[in-house]
């Protein structure tokens, strides 16, 4: 019986201290951490949308498909990128991007792709009229790539270099994506 009586008196006891911290713990309206509104950023708006170009992608005729949309809540921008071989359909590329803009109003990006982890590229940047250039590496390769929306077209170019076989080989290329 006493044994009872304790297992009642500690549920009890339990029940009422959750309830004195949930009270103790609630918060109002105005102290609560919401996360920021969307961002709101005319190029990035611009780059919305269906994409495609054709490009040669370390010398492969490539055909390139972008799909770029706003995602987790308004606050990146993804780009969707899936190239295939023009001429040979098992020659494959694919990428993900993630662009946010700082609180400074300058644009940061992530890019993911084909290459794996060790190859994940990070940059930031800025935006001037309907053009955002990024700095951007990781450990393949440093460039400066631009993206200037103009009406239907999408002209991306990226400036660099890329390591290859121990070597620093320079690249500048210009890719006109279309609606």
Known sequence: MF????????????????KIQAQDEALDESEMILPPLGIVNQVYEDMTGNWIAES???????????????????QFLIVD???TGKEDVTKTYQGK???????????????????????????SGAFSDNKVTVNNSNSMMTETRS??????EMIMNSK????????????????????
């Open 97 to 123: 991007g993630l662009f946010g803009v700082d609180q400074m109003g300058n644009a940061k990006t992530w890019w993911f792709d084909s290459w794996g982890a060790d190859n994940v590229s990070i940059g």
């Open 3 to 18: 044994k009872n009586f304790l297992s009642f008196y500690f549920i009890l006891t339990l029940l009422f201290s959750v």
């Open 147 to 152: 993206f200037l929306v103009a009406g239907n």
């Open 160 to 179: 660099g270099t890329m390591k290859i076989a121990g070597k620093e080989i320079p690249y500048d290329e210009t890719v006109i994506f279309r609606r």
């Open 81 to 83: 990128l899936r190239s």
């Open 56 to 74: 040669n992608m370390m010398g492969i005729p490539m055909v390139q498909d972008m799909k770029i949309y706003w995602d987790i809540n308004h």
